[in-house]
């Protein structure tokens, strides 16, 4: 009897339960260790064939752009390119072009400022016979009251 009475205060609900979460503890921390460390070495032996295919992959993008150049184009933009640098007289062209667009946007603002001013004068003509209007409205109405009253 005295052997159970000396197990019985060492081994208490309390220290029990420590005991199990330690263990708990220690489980997950051993699980944990060998998760990380098989993680680490999959991503090693995966991140040396990634790189590989990665650059596979970099160079078949850069040759397949390398082939899609419009190189024809290329060519026509530089010999236009030099056409322009060769030849003086394109500036002569341009300037009378220049001139021409002027006078046509100077000719189009006169005639904008003339409709401008015909609107202008339309818009007046309007507000006045409308305020005409609303006067005699008004007048009749005041007169039909006067009337009644």
Same mark, same amino acid.
Not at 32 to 59: C, D, I
Not at 85 to 110: H, I
């Given at each position: 009897m005295e052997g159970q009475q000396s197990w019985r205060p060492r081994l208490s609900f309390r220290s029990a339960t420590i005991m199990m979460c330690l263990l708990?503890?220690?489980?997950? &921390?051993?699980? &944990?260790?060998?998760?990380?460390?098989? @993680?680490?070495?999959?991503?090693? &032996?995966?991140?040396?064939?990634?790189?590989? @295919?990665?650059?596979?992959?970099?160079?078949?993008?850069?040759?397949?752009?390398?082939?899609?150049?419009?190189?024809? &184009?290329?060519?026509r933009v530089k010999e236009i390119q030099q056409e322009t640098n060769a030849k003086p007289e394109t500036v002569k062209e341009n300037d009378s072009r220049q001139t021409v667009a002027v006078g046509l946007s100077k000719r189009l603002k006169d005639l904008h400022s003339v409709n401008d001013a015909t609107s202008f004068k339309a818009l007046e003509e309007w507000r006045k016979r409308k305020m005409e209007r609303a006067r005699l409205r008004q007048l009749e109405k005041n007169g039909t009251l006067a009337t009644q009253a």
């Amino acid at each position: 009897m005295e052997g159970q009475q000396s197990w019985r205060p060492r081994l208490s609900f309390r220290s029990a339960t420590i005991m199990m979460c330690l263990l708990n503890l220690i489980t997950a &921390l051993l699980l &944990l260790q060998g998760f990380l460390s098989s @993680a680490t070495s999959r991503s090693k &032996l995966s991140a040396s064939r990634l790189n590989s @295919a990665a650059l596979r992959y970099v160079r078949e993008s850069e040759e397949i752009r390398f082939a899609m150049r419009p190189m024809e &184009l290329i060519k026509r933009v530089k010999e236009i390119q030099q056409e322009t640098n060769a030849k003086p007289e394109t500036v002569k062209e341009n300037d009378s072009r220049q001139t021409v667009a002027v006078g046509l946007s100077k000719r189009l603002k006169d005639l904008h400022s003339v409709n401008d001013a015909t609107s202008f004068k339309a818009l007046e003509e309007w507000r006045k016979r409308k305020m005409e209007r609303a006067r005699l409205r008004q007048l009749e109405k005041n007169g039909t009251l006067a009337t009644q009253a």
